[in-house]
């Protein structure tokens, strides 16, 4: 398993922006296929952002055109940033590491192996 630690979170105000971050230990941070995911008060837990070894990303529909996902692999950390903020993107967000799959329908599965502690983000309207 990989060791994630979080950071970024805070307050922020709607319209406003804030990046995560999420440092990995170990050698094979580059072999992992990455993601974020968020569970707000009261919601099931989502998968917001997905980035693979060759740096393929998906979003979900919500935060498509906002927020947008990297890695840097020298550093092994991965990013998360988040732009024009919504009330609505208030949550806990929390990064993974683990294995993406593509099928030839173009559909897409990610399944995490590893789970960082998480970091709160809140958005003020």
């Known amino acids: 398993q990989v060791q994630l630690v979080e950071s970024g979170g805070g307050l922020v105000q709607s319209g406003g922006s804030l990046r995560l971050s999420c440092v990995a230990s170990?050698?094979?941070?580059?072999?992992?296929?990455m993601a974020w995911y968020r569970r707000a008060p009261g919601k099931q837990r989502e998968l917001v952002a997905t980035?693979?070894?060759?740096?393929?990303?998906n979003y979900a529909a919500n935060v498509k055109g906002r927020f947008t996902i990297s890695r840097d692999n020298a550093k092994n950390t991965l990013y998360l940033q988040m732009n024009s903020l919504k009330p609505e993107d208030t949550a806990v967000y929390y990064c993974?590491?683990?294995?993406?799959?593509?099928?030839?329908?173009?559909?897409?599965?990610?399944?995490?192996?590893?789970w960082g502690q998480g970091t709160q983000v809140t958005v003020s309207s």
């Open positions: 993974t590491a683990g294995s993406a799959t593509y099928y030839a329908s173009g559909s897409f599965s990610y399944q995490s192996d590893s």
């Open positions: 170990g050698s094979i941070f580059r072999l992992k296929s």
């Open positions: 980035i693979t070894p060759g740096d393929s990303t």
